[in-house]
């Protein structure tokens, strides 16, 4: 755990979920660079109505927690965080209102503070929202890694909210001001999108924050031409299931299979529900869970666990959701009840599957990807 300090005051800060020997902080140079920036400005008068979009795990809003701002997250895990957090610092969430990012916040808010998030769509969907939030005094700075800013980014900004300028950059982070400009018109959100899946009549729902949200994406392509189907599956997992594809077309494939849906975006899980009820209707029940993996999920209660899993959380890329999500897999899996996962074929799942399960096979491959099947003895 390490201290983040700020003219708010010290707070010990750490990551969600919490792991042995984590060298990541829970903050980055960009939520030092917009609280100092706060302080340049004196922008922070007691009366202040305070809106934080995409705060990590709470470094700015426990930061800012004296004035009962209001903060908005896509993400579980970053709430879960928040709290925790809160918690650690003995700080009340009470008067904290804390939304995800299909929430629509009261405003109008005279201070938003913006985390600039790594899907452009993602943006352009929250500036929407925020756009009617403003007033003619409203100021909105966002802040991100010189890295993750763009010239699409900012046109973004000049798009829906104003003219917008840059700071110079510090420790690889820099803001963003947009001046607000009351005479624009806010366009209609073209969120959530749809497309009719390839080779059937499903219209697929698509939320702005979900991975490949405009067409079928080549794994999931493989993977899809490649689902089991047997009598045995009785609970099937679509284990971050995104907009809930392949969740949905094993349902099909399995007519008396139980469907659980689980992903940590509120946007992915609302797309995949969206998606389950277009194709079946309230006919058929499925559940549908914004979690950690399989957190809350019944150990040894499932037949079959579908599994794409991620390379990144937020902008940390590694391989340690994964293998995670193996774990669990096998915890919540019953006895002979199988993981399959698709992924890179260099991304080496084989062998930390076999060694968890004691055995991994290969149901289809091809130059990019690799199915496997690891089943629980």
Known sequence: MDTLSSQFGDLLLRRFPHRKNEQL????????????????????????RILIVNDLFGALTLSLHQYNPSTVSDSWLS????????????????????????????????????????????????????????????????GGMVKGIHTSTLKLFEKYIGA????????KARLIFPEFNLEMTTPESPYPSSYILEGTQHKIINHAAVFSRDSLDIGTRFFLQ????????????????????????????????????VDESFMAVASAEANF?????????????????????????????????????????????????????????????????????????????????????TVASNKKFVILRAIKQ
């Open 164 to 171: 917008t300028k840059t700071s110079l950059a510090r420790k």
């Open 79 to 142: 709430q879960q965080g928040l709290i925790a957090n809160a918690t650690e610092n003995q700080l009340s969430t009470e008067q904290i209102k804390i939304l995800n990012s299909l929430d629509t916040p009261e405003g109008p808010f005279d201070l938003v503070l913006i985390k600039v998030p790594k899907s452009l769509a993602m943006l352009e969907e929250q500036l929407i929202r925020i756009r009617p939030l403003l007033h003619k005094q409203s100021r909105v700075i966002a």
């Open 25 to 48: 902080r829970a903050w980055d140079a960009a939520d030092e660079y917009l609280l100092n920036q706060l302080q340049d400005e004196n922008l922070l008068p007691g009366s202040s």
């Open 226 to 261: 490649h689902l089991p189907d047997s009598n045995k599956y009785q609970k099937i997992v679509d284990l971050g299931c995104g907009n809930g594809l392949v969740g949905l077309i094993a349902a099909e494939k399995n007519p008396d299979a139980e469907l659980c849906f």
């Open 277 to 361: 009820r277009e194709a079946f209707g309230t006919e058929r029940s499925a559940e549908f869970k914004t979690t950690d993996c399989l957190n809350g999920i019944t150990p040894s209660s499932c037949d079959l666990i579908l599994n794409n899993p991620p390379f990144h959380q937020h902008n940390v890329v590694g391989d340690f959701i994964a293998l995670q999500m193996f774990r669990e897999a096998k915890q919540t899996l019953r006895k002979q009840g199988e993981l399959w996962v698709i992924g890179n074929r260099h991304l080496g799942y084989h062998s930390r599957l076999k060694k968890l399960f004691g055995n991994c096979e």
